[in-house]
């Protein structure tokens, strides 16, 4: 059974981003602060959903509010990371088109070697018979005017910090203008939660991401159109889904144009998957997921089960023993505020669980503050020497997707998970995972067992 608060934030979630989306602008669809990945903390979209769910404080919001939108102001209305465009010539008689991130190398030669972690396995024949090609959203910056490309693809990729002109400051003060005029007299708010969240949305309109992913669906749509006069139909759209606005952008100039979007939920998902909040229009055709559970959980977050489509992992093809080692404390994506979870592994280190190993994430690593307490504390853990009650825990910080995937793995371990708040938005002992998960509390950390082999991952 889930809970009613689970179901009422959802909802809330939900009416409040399609209020915006039309009443103050249709443009908002592309919009950070109504994408609601809570897993990326201090994120617009987080901090809007936690101020609109009550699971932050006015004040919090106030400060974030006048932080983020100063720094967007002084972003927005100086400088511009200009979005650059790239496509190879006479790209036609495709029968399929897949999206991608890939960190383009400094120089002017760009290898692609086919090797993306997402479809590389389904497309093996396509890639043989040149029937597919890749939309690439670099994830760092690269002009893109006098590459050289040994196959065909589109890119689209961020520029350098460049003054901004004339017409792009007048553009943005029309864009900012009228947000802010049917904000005022078309959006009606129900309280203040909602009143500074909309003011929130209608001033950070002209935030740059938004800005580059309506130019991604302008430049995708005329591209489009242009490969319609030359063959009869649209190819397949295949994503790795994550609803980011960039993807909201190639899916409505997909749909504008008669093709049929798939998206693919490559990972596991968090411990409260907001981002998943169906857009009513603006979504996949079909979603492709690789987990018994998932139909029922995203049922919840708006998605019809007939469009939920049960694939074997086109990701984790082989599962095999992640790369981790026992006694290993392993942090998230973001962490921008782990104070509450460093809190509990203090007392999580002295109730007689090893630990001796620190695994940041990948992408974004941790702040010398927070490395230095946790090393504090693995030192302290140290000299209790043979007291340990636990030897095999491997403690999984945040909302991330490493402990379902050890998990399912079968690792032999104990997986301990410690939220970063004690909000049910950041805990997996929530409602939506009682039916696949056994908790054993430790606190406010859990340990996780699993109910259900193949809920999470199926190969």
């Known amino acids: 059974m889930i809970d009613s608060e689970i179901i009422n934030s959802i909802e809330k979630l939900s009416c409040f981003r399609k209020k915006c989306t039309d009443l103050i602008s249709q443009d908002l669809i592309f919009s950070d602060s109504l994408w609601f990945a809570t897993w990326s903390k201090n994120s617009s979209g987080d901090m809007v959903a936690r101020y609109l769910l009550n699971e932050i404080t006015l004040y919090s919001f106030c400060i974030f509010f006048i932080k983020k939108t100063i720094f967007n102001y002084f972003r927005c209305f100086f400088f511009r990371r200009r979005i650059h465009f790239y496509n190879s010539e006479n790209i036609s008689h495709k029968k399929y088109f897949y999206q991608t991130w890939i960190n383009l190398n400094e120089t002017d030669k760009i290898i692609l070697n086919y090797k993306d972690k997402y479809f590389s396995n389904f497309f093996q024949e396509a890639y043989k018979l040149k029937s597919v090609i890749p939309i690439i959203i670099s994830i760092n910056p690269k002009n893109l005017n006098n590459i050289n490309i040994n196959n065909e693809a589109i890119i689209l990729s961020n520029s350098d910090l460049k003054y901004i002109n004339i017409i792009e400051f007048t553009s943005a003060l029309k864009k900012l203008f009228i947000a802010l005029y049917n904000f005022i007299f078309v959006f009606r708010a129900k309280n203040i939660n909602e009143f500074l969240c909309g003011l929130f949305v209608s001033l950070n309109i002209i935030d740059i991401r938004q800005e580059n992913s309506f130019k991604i669906y302008e430049y995708i749509n005329s591209f489009l159109k242009i490969y319609l006069r030359e063959n009869n139909s649209i190819p397949e759209l295949y994503l790795p889904y994550e609803a980011q606005p960039e993807q909201t952008a190639l899916i409505k100039a997909w749909k504008e144009n008669g093709g049929n979007v798939i998206g693919y939920i490559h990972s596991t998902l968090l411990t409260f998957p907001g981002h998943y909040i169906k857009l009513h229009i603006n979504a996949p055709d079909q979603l492709w997921v690789h987990g018994s559970s998932y ?155 699993l109910k259900v082999n193949g809920a999470f991952i199926c190969v």
């Not at 001796?356 to 702040?367: E, M």
């Not at 636990?390 to 399912?408: K, Y």
């Open 295 to 449: 139909q029922k959980i995203l049922s919840l977050f708006g998605w019809e089960e007939s469009k939920i489509k049960k694939i074997k992992s086109l990701r984790y093809s082989i599962l095999k023993p992640i790369n981790i080692e026992l006694s290993t404390i392993a942090l998230p994506y973001s962490t921008a505020a782990l104070d509450f979870s460093i809190s509990i592994l203090k007392n999580l280190s002295k109730s007689g669980v090893k630990l001796r190993f620190l695994r940041p994430h990948p992408l974004t690593g941790v702040s010398k503050k927070d490395l230095k307490i946790i090393n504090e504390i693995i030192t302290e853990n140290i000299l209790l020497k043979n007291l340990y009650s636990t030897d095999n825990a491997i403690v999984c910080i945040g909302p991330a997707s490493l402990p379902l995937e050890i998990l399912e793995q079968k690792m032999y371990c104990t997986v301990i998970h410690i939220p970063v708040s004690k909000s049910f938005i950041d805990r997996f002992d929530n409602s939506i995972w009682n039916e696949y998960i056994e908790f054993i509390n430790l606190g406010e950390a859990v340990v996780m067992n």
